[in-house]
DNA sequence: TGTACATCAGTGAACGCGCGTTCACTGATGTAC
DNA sequence: TGTACATCAGTGAACGCGCGTTCACTGATGTAC
């Protein structure tokens, strides 16, 4: 049954981007490898062939799902000069689709309080993830300068995750809704209209 | 080794608060019954002499941690029209020392993310630990109307538990203090200013 | 180019281990008389 | 008030079960000659 190495490079992308979904969408801890290894169509005895260990492939599917998402963010055309750019990411990021949808949601948003609690690399992988979602959003503020678009990035992107957050927790779709629309409403207010600049 | 209805009532207590403290530090799934038990310096066999199951004490210690944290937070005194009070409030929940210490701290942040994968009971104390923390920061913001006050205080409380979450993953220390510090200062920043009240 | 052998991706069974849950038992408490 | 018995909080062992990990095996591929 040996492969070629093509066809092996190719399983472990598809373990790899099997986990990144099925890690999302029920946790970590409850997500085994052998559920992986079934929805990827393997039998799980080959899993280390692959892999040293969960943990290694807990910090690939992490990056993997990380670059997917903010590829896509960074993919959408900047408008400069205007707050455009903004609205669309928030539009996107702080919608129903996205909140029902995890297929390719944000890992902060769907990991959060289980990434403080994995190992060091996947946090590592998920620092990296937040500076460059940070970046990104920062590209988008409009007219400020560098640094104070930074840390408004920040706060913004904190802004994103935990709202993604409590909008799954709460049981009341119509809460859920207002809770989404509260967070584009203030951060695109806090932003966008050009008498802040100075004073927000 | 029968007990009077006090102490059972005392014990009983005990668990939900020991297990209030053990879920937040080590997340709900990675912490055992056995393990609770343990701490709250019983054996893991009397368990169901108290709650019929895991699920059962989940959203007991879920409600207990949220009453606690909630309490403090309504305890500190308002000062009418000011930005004081709020600020006071983001000060210690946006602190060093909430991100580091898991005594008291917001389940939210703690438990965000596995909040969305436990079962109804659990979600709707968190439902209602929510609304009840919103209803808390909206009484804190300075020269709004109740309504507009409302939907930026969902808001805020996103930015809270969001930018904890972020902070506690990162794995840089000084990463993790900008995060806190970009949080309170967009925060008040956007709140607090007068000039802010009408388009912000 | 063809042959013989080493490699190794994938299979399926098995391994410890920890978990939530159950249960027989103990002995102090509460209750009925 | 005192006695006899039912109750039940807590113990410690045991139960299935699912998990991460290991392993002997298979058979197609890659390699050495």
């Known amino acids: 049954m040996k492969k070629t190495k093509k066809e092996t490079a190719q399983t472990r992308e598809h373990i790899v981007g099997t986990a990144a979904l099925e890690f999302r969408r029920n946790g970590i801890e409850r997500t085994g490898l052998a559920d992986i ?74 990991l959060g309080s289980d990434l403080r609690r994995a190992d060091r690399r996947a946090r590592e992988v998920a620092s990296a993830g937040i500076a ?33 957050v409590l909008a799954r927790i709460v049981t009341d779709p119509g809460v859920s809704n207002n809770i989404l629309k509260a967070a584009r409403e203030f951060i695109l207010q806090c932003t966008e209209n050009k008498s802040l600049e100075v004073s927000c």
């Open 37 to 110: 290894m079934a929805a990827a169509g393997l039998t799980h005895g080959g899993f280390y062939r692959h892999f040293e260990s969960k943990d290694d492939l807990v910090a690939e599917a992490l990056d993997k799902a990380f670059t997917a998402v903010l590829d896509g963010m960074e993919r959408r055309p900047v408008q400069k000069n205007s707050g455009e750019a903004l609205r669309t990411l928030m539009n996107h990021y702080l919608s129903a689709n996205h909140r029902d949808n995890f297929e390719d949601t944000c890992p902060l948003a769907a």
């Open 132 to 164: 460059r979602m940070i970046s990104i959003v920062g590209s988008r503020l409009p007219g400020v300068s560098a640094r104070e678009g930074k840390a408004r990035a920040t706060a913004i992107v904190g802004a994103m995750v935990g709202s993604m």
